[in-house]
């Protein structure tokens, strides 16, 4: 029975601790299935940051909340598509400024053209036809057929040169048009810089700076048509030196006449008499004491 007993006893025992191993076993594998199996939303909102990581960007002209991770790209994006815009503007300047020169280079060869028709043709009346001073008449009794033929031509080069005289004049004229507008529209693109960068800029301002230039030799005319931004700064940063200039050449003047003035005293005795005004004080206090003695008596 004792023997059974134990052998029952270690029979149980046996099975305790194949229990307890399991038991142990079975707890651990809980404790590794609970760490591995975690919340995807959890998961997740580690990943993509808390609200508190989140910053506000301007895009577009609308503002969006985007992880604060993001913000260096958004950043880099926003300061790509600025240069991109500021070199697409600077190419359509460049463009409009080539095809303003290449019209205005086209403009100038037609004139020129012109020009050089109006002299030729000036040229030809005054070599072969002496201006018109031929003796037609003579000619023709010579030889009637050449005076004709050479009369239609006299006659065909004066047309020419009266046709070729109001174009002349007329493409001088809308040159001068062209250049005019084209001043205009430059002056008043100089004067939205200068709104912009000077205080107070108007005419007014324009003409205090004619002035101080004119002081350094340069003309009211010379100024007139000025379409750089960069003369009229410089004029005013002069303007403004001047003014310093004078400002304290006056605070000087002042300064030194405070010092050269006589200082006047507040309250200051008066200044002792004189001998002779001493000696009248004593003559009258003597003439007084004689006559008070006399009475005493």
């Not at 028709?117 to 057929?145: S, T």
């Not at 800029?201 to 009211?220: D, I, N, R, S």
Request: charged letters at 30%; zero cysteines; hydrophobic letters at 35%.
């Amino acid at each position: 029975m004792i023997e059974d007993t134990t052998q029952s006893g270690a029979e149980d025992g046996g099975h305790a601790d194949t229990s307890v191993e399991q038991v142990v076993t079975e707890a651990e594998l809980h404790d590794d299935v609970g760490h591995d199996q975690t919340d995807p939303t959890e998961s997740e909102q580690d990943d993509e940051g808390s609200p508190a990581d989140e910053v506000e960007i301007e895009l577009d002209g609308q503002r969006y909340k985007v992880p604060a991770t993001l913000k260096d790209a958004f950043t880099r994006t926003q300061d790509y598509t600025a240069k991109t815009m500021a070199l697409a503007e600077t190419r359509r300047a460049v463009e409009a400024e080539r095809q303003a020169i290449a019209a205005a280079a086209e403009a100038q060869k037609e004139l020129l053209a012109e020009t050089f028709e109006v002299h030729r043709l000036e040229k030809l009346l005054a070599d072969r036809y002496y201006n018109g001073r031929v003796n037609w008449d003579a000619l023709e009794d010579e030889d009637p057929e050449y005076a004709a033929r050479e009369f239609r031509r006299f006659t065909e080069a004066q047309r020419d040169l009266d046709i070729a005289r109001n174009n002349l004049k007329t493409k001088e004229e809308n040159r001068s048009k062209e250049q005019q507008s084209q001043r205009d529209q430059a002056l008043r693109q100089t004067g939205e810089v200068l709104r912009k960068e000077i205080p107070g800029w108007g005419q007014p301002l324009a003409v205090k700076l004619m002035e101080t230039a004119a002081q350094y030799g340069v003309t009211h005319e010379e100024l007139a048509n000025e379409t750089d931004p960069r003369v009229w700064k410089l004029l005013h940063a002069a303007h403004l030196g001047s003014q310093a200039s004078n400002k304290q050449a006056v605070q000087a003047r002042a300064q030194q006449a405070a010092q050269t003035a006589p200082i006047t005293k507040v309250g200051a005795k008066a200044p002792p008499p004189s001998p002779m005004s001493e000696r009248a004080s004593v003559d009258a206090w003597m003439k007084a004491r004689n006559e008070q003695v006399r009475k005493g008596r």
